[in-house]
Nanobody, 126 residues
């Protein structure tokens, strides 16, 4: 698994961005995927996760109602549609992959995630 995140940028509050995470390997569909983010001066935090088939998702409270995770296993790509962006969404966003089946609070734990993308910067101006 080799993850490459893209799609970040500078956007005004209330705007939208769509992040992508492409896997150059051939086993993308075998992995549970997630997005994490690291705001400036803070620790990295879980944002949202999706199971291997895309049938189950899990959102942190900060993402509920505004962000949508999806995946296209045929294209080996993970997406994060972010709407109604706020200045507090400013962070470096990382995609991550694990071969574990995740549920509940386990999503938030970074330890099971074996592979990480390089991160893409999202800056939301007020």
């Amino acid at each position: 698994v080799q993850l490459q995140a893209s799609g970040g940028g500078l956007v005004q509050a209330g705007g939208s961005l769509r992040l992508s995470c492409a896997d150059s390997g051939r086993t993308f569909g075998s992995y549970t995927m997630a997005w994490f983010r690291q705001p400036p001066g803070k620790e990295r935090e879980f944002v949202v996760g999706i199971n291997r088939s895309g049938s189950t998702t899990y959102y942190a409270d900060s993402a509920k109602g505004r962000f949508t995770i999806s995946r296209d296993n045929a294209k080996n790509t993970l997406y994060l549609q972010m709407n109604s962006l706020k200045p507090e969404d400013t962070a470096v966003y990382y995609c991550a992959a694990t071969d574990h089946i995740m549920s509940g609070s386990a999503w938030y734990n970074e330890a099971p995630y074996d592979y990480w993308g390089q991160g893409t910067q999202v800056t939301v101006s007020s």
